[in-house]
């Protein structure tokens, strides 16, 4: 195995009943790389990233993270392994504040019970800190989840993900529900931190403006397939994600 290679997928098949969910999937992520998976409504997309977290099991096929299978393991055994997701919808604690929904999402990462010890407790304190600068949210760091606006707690719910150092994030439509404005401006904090680490992001997108300008590389699903993996210049220009993704050919 090339060393570079974080995640990889080989010859994934999904159906529900008689929907074919995922066919064929052939897919090596590198470390370090920011992948934008894309497709229309019910093309595959959540069913892979169910499947790389451990929420849905192939029917047949592997997946490897950094070399070790992976397929058959549970969510949180692949969660301890390295992989983190972050929601649409955040899943936050409404009623706890920003700090003290980092620290609670430090202590479920891996064997951190300790956490509560107090010299524990600082190190916590430490690296949540030094996420809440990374992500601009340092100035929210002592307010209820339940006061911040939308765009916060998405960045937030992304902070929290990577208390648990992981090797890969999954995103899933960072920036829905956001503002037209704040887009670029949360894709940059977004990116930025997450550059800072060298992180492998993949991440579900449906706006291509996005896709172009975060994205160091498109695969673009449709019915359970790939139908493009390329840079975003050649994928979002290839015939089918055009006709099958974004409805710019007829
Ligand atoms: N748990 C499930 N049970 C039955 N069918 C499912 C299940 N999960 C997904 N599907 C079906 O599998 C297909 C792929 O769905 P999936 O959610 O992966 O698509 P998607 O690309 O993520 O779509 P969206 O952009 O709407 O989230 C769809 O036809 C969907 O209805």
């Not at 994205?215 to 790939?226: K, L, N, Q, S, T």
Request: with cysteine; aromatic share 6%; hydrophobic share 45%.
């Amino acid at each position: 195995m090339s060393e570079n290679i974080l995640l990889r997928a080989r010859a994934i098949e999904k159906r529900f009943g008689a929907v074919v969910a995922a066919s064929s999937l052939n897919i090596d992520i590198l470390a370090g790389q920011r992948v934008s998976l894309i497709g229309s409504n019910g093309a595959g997309k959540t069913t892979f990233v169910n499947m790389v977290t451990g929420y849905l099991k192939p029917d047949t096929g592997s997946i490897e993270l950094g070399g070790r299978d992976i397929t058959r393991l549970a969510p949180r055994a692949i969660t301890h392994l390295g992989v983190a997701r972050s929601f649409q919808i955040p899943q936050l604690f409404a009623e706890l504040t920003v700090l003290e929904n980092m620290l609670v999402a430090n202590a479920c990462h891996g064997q951190r019970l300790s956490f509560w010890q107090p010299a524990r407790r600082g190190d916590a304190v430490d690296r949540a800190d030094a996420l809440l600068q990374r992500f601009q949210l340092a100035e929210h760091r002592e307010r209820r989840v339940a006061e911040l606006p939308g765009g916060v707690r998405k960045l937030l719910d992304i902070a929290m993900a990577l208390t648990g150092q992981p090797r890969l994030l999954l995103l899933d439509e960072p920036t829905s529900g956001v503002a037209a404005e704040e887009k670029f401006p949360m894709m940059d904090i977004i990116m930025t931190a997450l550059g800072q680490e060298a992180m492998t992001v993949l991440f579900v997108e449906h706006d291509m403006d996005i896709v172009e300008r975060y994205a160091d590389r498109v695969v673009a699903f449709y019915a359970g397939r790939i139908i493009a993996d390329d840079v975003p210049a050649v994928a979002l220009a290839a015939d089918d994600v055009r006709r099958y993704v974004t409805g710019t050919l007829h």
